[in-house]
């Protein structure tokens, strides 16, 4: 049985597809091993977002091929998509599968791979991506208690730092039935967690139905728990969707909306479709509506442009709204995206004095965030063990507790009680039996739409 290193790069949704090439290969004869371990072949799934993202890239398949010098090495994913000549250039690359062939990747890896090592790599590629609805075969292969389920693809968007809609093509959904298949074969392998994912969910549309209206039908599926919506452009967000958040039973009270820049100006720059004011408006509303909901964002660092007072705007609205938490991204010159015409650029020492700064607020706003729930009880989904018996979950609003308990709690919800929040953990102690026994469950065959 030949041997695969699975290796992601990047976004939410690579790893959701990953996850289902996984599946497939499995499927045919291949035995999944860790990264790091010697393989037989390595599939690369890369990210182009930064140019960090693609130095990863570069390291993965150095570090494998010094282990595993005769491993087949594929590489697949934006990367493969938007730096083909850059990956030409690495020696022991053997296949480059742009997006447009990389869910095809297990019909061609079996007979290729047989071939043994190339002195020039097999290029499967095209400039265009399909834009029609898609299915997606195969089923998310994950040892993890939440399961990444792909909703859509590609985006129309075109901010000028962003070179997504040159990897990953127009936007464009998954079709109704089959998210529906993924989503009920995902719960029958004991998954009770599944977070929708895609480039810009928001523009889900399929035979009629919406982000909404998807996610009222996979609430009808028995033995789900919850569903959680990841990054969500600010424009594409229902109002239907906020009722629903706040009054159903499965629906994650958590929205992860990307902001970027506080600034007028700069938000112009990146050809982002709000304003600062119209932004601040939705969060407070959305704050308003959902009890104890859970709002996240994106902030990036040294855009063209940036100077002390656009930051010191972006600095005062992360500080002023009501944040948990942010990601923060240092600007990277993406090739043939509209930014990088533009002049004033910022030094990397600035950005990198700017980025500790929010990091920090961060850390804060998390923390306070956490605190409002000390002595209150929450629903923690539990997903892993630390030292020393410490157990840790999520609850549907994204805080990360951690309890003490000798009896294994994988992939249950149990009731605990905050009592103290200690390195970006909130601590509790169990109130409650767990609602389901230890372990993936093995559903009975649910009856499917």
């Given amino acids: 049985m030949k041997k695969v290193v699975f290796h992601t790069i990047g976004c939410r949704l690579n790893q959701a597809e990953t996850a289902v090439l996984v599946d497939r290969l499995k499927r045919v004869g291949y035995e999944a091993v860790e990264f790091g371990q010697p393989t037989d072949v390595l599939v690369l799934n890369t990210c182009s977002v930064t140019g960090e993202a693609e130095a990863d890239c570069r390291y993965a398949i150095r570090r494998t091929l010094r282990r595993s010098p005769h491993a087949f090495v594929a590489v697949t994913g934006c990367y493969a998509q938007t730096g083909v000549q850059a990956l030409r250039g690495i020696p022991g690359v053997d296949l480059i599968l742009g997006n447009q062939y990389k869910?095809?990747?297990?019909?061609?890896?079996?007979?290729?791979?047989?071939?043994?090592?190339?002195?020039?790599?097999?290029?499967?590629?095209?400039?265009?991506?399909?834009?029609?609805?898609?299915?997606?075969?195969?089923?998310?292969?994950?040892?993890?208690?939440?399961?990444?389920?792909?909703?859509?693809?590609?985006?129309?968007?075109?901010?000028?730092?962003?070179?997504?809609?040159?990897?990953?093509?127009?936007?464009?959904?998954?079709?109704?039935?089959?998210?529906?298949?993924?989503?009920?074969?995902?719960?029958?392998?004991?998954?009770?967690?599944?977070?929708?994912?895609?480039?810009?969910?928001?523009?889900?549309?399929?035979?009629?139905?919406?982000?909404?209206?998807?996610?009222?039908?996979?609430?009808?599926?028995p033995g789900l728990d919850r569903i959680r919506i990841s990054s969500i452009e600010p424009t594409t967000i229902p109002e239907e969707l906020l009722d629903l958040m706040g009054s159903s039973k499965k629906l994650c009270r958590f929205l992860h909306v990307p902001l970027q820049s506080g600034d007028d100006g700069i938000l112009q720059a990146m050809n982002r479709r709000y304003t600062v004011r119209e932004y601040t408006d939705w969060v407070e509303r959305m704050v308003t509506r959902i009890p104890d909901l859970c709002v996240g964002t994106d902030l990036m660092v040294g855009f063209p442009g940036e100077g002390p007072q656009q930051f010191d705007n972006t600095f005062s609205v992360a500080r002023d709204l009501p944040f948990a938490y942010f990601h923060i991204f240092s600007y990277s010159p993406r090739p043939g995206t509209a930014a990088t015409r533009l002049e004033q650029r910022i030094s990397p020492p600035i950005i990198k004095a700017r980025n500790r700064r929010l990091a920090e607020l961060s850390r804060t706003k998390r923390l306070g965030f956490y605190q409002r729930f000390v002595d209150r009880p929450v629903s923690v989904l539990f997903e892993t063990k630390g030292p020393e018996d410490l157990w840790t979950g999520l609850t549907d609003n994204f805080i990360r507790v951690g309890v003490t308990a000798p009896r294994d709690l994988t992939n249950q919800i149990c009731q605990a009680n905050i009592t103290g929040v200690m390195d970006g953990l909130a601590i509790g102690q169990l109130t409650a039996q767990p609602s389901h026994p230890a372990g993936k469950r093995t559903l009975p065959m649910l009856e499917r739409p």
């Fill in 103 to 221: 869910m095809k990747l297990p019909d061609y890896l079996p007979s290729l791979s047989f071939q043994g090592k190339r002195s020039e790599p097999v290029l499967l590629h095209s400039r265009t991506i399909d834009r029609e609805d898609f299915v997606q075969e195969g089923v998310g292969d994950y040892g993890t208690t939440r399961a990444n389920l792909k909703i859509q693809d590609g985006c129309n968007f075109m901010c000028s730092f962003c070179l997504i809609p040159f990897a990953r093509g127009r936007e464009r959904s998954r079709c109704l039935d089959d998210v529906l298949r993924e989503g009920y074969e995902l719960v029958e392998r004991g998954h009770r967690e599944l977070v929708l994912t895609g480039v810009n969910i928001g523009r889900f549309a399929n035979g009629g139905v919406g982000i909404t209206e998807l996610v009222q039908r996979l609430e009808e599926i």
